[in-house]
């Protein structure tokens, strides 16, 4: 059974850090694309940074360039997102997705308040 599951969201002061964790389980997590998604509230869901399954494929929003950073540890099928200089912007439910070719998979989301 696919599962990816987030954790580490929360609330935080702006200009404060966070760091994101996403654990896979159930496929080929290094075979695997692995990105994070954010969606704010009442606006659609957009891609925040992404990670290829080879090295050097890293990419960023951006919005997010300069203060967030994507890593993955393929021995703890774990990918992260470490969040910097939050900004109450970045408030939105963070989203995991690994993708390679047709397969497609989605956590559940863990929400991130950025709030004074």
């Known amino acids: 059974q696919v599962q990816l599951v987030e954790s580490g969201g929360g609330l935080v002061h702006p200009g404060g850090s966070l760091t994101l964790s996403c654990a896979a389980s159930?496929?080929?997590?290094?075979?695997?694309?692995m990105s994070w998604y954010r969606q704010p509230p009442g606006k659609e869901r957009a891609l925040v940074a992404h990670?290829?399954?080879?090295?050097?494929?890293?990419l960023y929003a951006a919005s997010v360039k300069g203060r967030f950073t994507i890593s993955r540890d393929n021995a703890k099928n774990t990918v992260y997102l470490q969040m910097n200089s939050l900004e109450p912007e970045d408030t939105a439910v963070y989203y995991c997705?690994?993708?390679?070719?047709?397969?497609?998979?989605w956590g559940q989301g863990t929400q991130v308040t950025v709030s004074s």
């Open positions: 159930g496929f080929a997590f290094g075979n695997y694309s």
């Open positions: 990670i290829s399954s080879l090295p050097g494929g890293i």
């Open positions: 997705n690994a993708k390679r070719g047709p397969s497609d998979y």
